[in-house]
């Protein structure tokens, strides 16, 4: 366990006290968790219940985050605990961001412990993903100070669903993020998520204009839900409004899944219509994701539209960059974070156990 900083007792109550991390605000009495599962309230103040366990580790391609512009063709030590603040009805890691037992934390790690396997495998970074980071909040700062030391880099894989305070030390922290957008109607996150959408697009524009962190962003579609034009169309604008060309976006295909089983999967017509709706819109940078497509998986150079990085699922393929991320044809700046060369990682998945190091 540890003692997390953003929480307050109520005025109101003698053993009541509300958690400031995330815009839910929880107000829990002795004993209670918080909907995260994973905070609560431990003789009067609210305690990190998670703190140095893991729903387990793994190396992942960079690409699988998904981030595109960070470090392309690198391995990256991936891991998450157990819980989450939102309450997505189509969750695609359910099993462990809705799970409610601790025996999913089967793992445990000291933040020098993940550093060292991370540095022991060659990783260039490590995630925080699975589930979402913010909810772990502590243990992702500690084990991201730990591998900074170690000259690692730190990704989180997030919704963005938290509040002013602790979002400027989280993010300050992180070298790269990619946060999900979940739709662009507070109906929809009202209805599906149990949250609200302003938090989060709070949350994108700070990363965006007030810190280094490296930020892409992902948008699941979902047939029926948050795939029409109208809403790409409003997404797309406020995107380039208010972050410019160069933030990168996905567009992930949705497949049935948790509260969502009888939802149809998203059909690869609709990624490719949500792509060519942002690069309509001004967008430099825009994939499909989930589904594969060689087009959509590839940058391109958006001065000469040169093929500067080909992808096949994870694999690269072509890479027309040098001087770290210039292209090599017209010499424009592709916006992101590059090695002269391509990484050459690939596809593969490793399981790892980081207290072995």
Not at 26 to 32: F, H
């Given at each position: ?41 431990q ?8 703190y ?12 699988k985050?998904?981030?595109n512009h960070?470090?392309?063709g690198t ?50 970074s ?18 991201a100070a ?42 929809f ?7 609200q ?22 948008n ?60 309509e ?29 080909e ?17 090599k ?29």
């Amino acid at each position: 366990m540890a003692t997390m900083q953003y929480w307050h007792k109520l005025e109101d109550s003698s053993n009541k006290v509300q958690c400031d991390l995330c815009p839910r605000f929880c107000k829990l009495s002795e004993g209670q968790r918080g909907l995260c599962f994973v905070r609560g309230n431990q003789s009067g103040e609210i305690q990190l219940l998670s703190y140095g366990r893991s729903s387990g580790f793994c190396i992942d391609p960079i690409e699988k985050k998904p981030l595109n512009h960070f470090l392309p063709g690198t391995p990256v030590l991936s891991f998450g605990t157990a819980g989450c603040n939102l309450a997505c009805k189509f969750c695609q890691n359910w099993d462990i961001s809705k799970a409610r037992e601790d025996h999913k934390l089967t793992t445990e790690a000291s933040p020098k412990q993940i550093a060292n396997a991370a540095s022991q495998h060659h990783c260039r970074s490590v995630a925080y993903t699975y589930n979402d980071p913010v909810i772990f909040y502590e243990y992702a700062l500690d084990v991201a100070a730990a591998c900074s030391e170690q000259g690692i880099k730190n990704v989180a894989v997030t919704a963005g669903y938290i509040c002013d305070e602790p979002r400027e030390h989280f993010f300050q922290a992180m070298d790269a993020t990619n946060v999900d957008i979940k739709a662009f109607t507070d109906n929809f996150y009202r209805k599906l998520c149990g949250g609200q959408l302003q938090p989060v697009l709070d949350t994108i524009k700070y990363i965006h204009h007030e810190t280094d962190c490296w930020l892409e962003l992902t948008n699941l579609l979902i047939p029926g839900e948050n795939d029409s034009d109208g809403e790409l169309h409003q997404l797309c604008a406020w995107i380039f409004d208010n972050l410019g060309a160069d933030v990168p976006v996905h567009f992930s295909a949705f497949h049935p899944d948790w509260k969502m089983r009888n939802t149809p999967e998203t059909p690869p017509a609709t990624l490719t219509t949500a792509r060519k709706i942002a690069l309509e819109h001004g967008l430099h940078y825009a994939y499909t994701g989930n589904v594969h497509d060689k087009v959509g998986d590839t940058t391109f150079c958006p001065n000469c539209n040169t093929a500067v990085i080909e992808r096949d699922w994870y694999e690269l393929k072509r890479w027309q960059l040098q001087d770290h991320g210039h292209c090599k044809i017209c010499g424009q700046s592709v916006a992101g974070i590059f090695d002269d060369v391509a990484g050459q990682w690939g596809s593969k998945r490793q399981l790892v156990q980081p207290a072995l190091y």
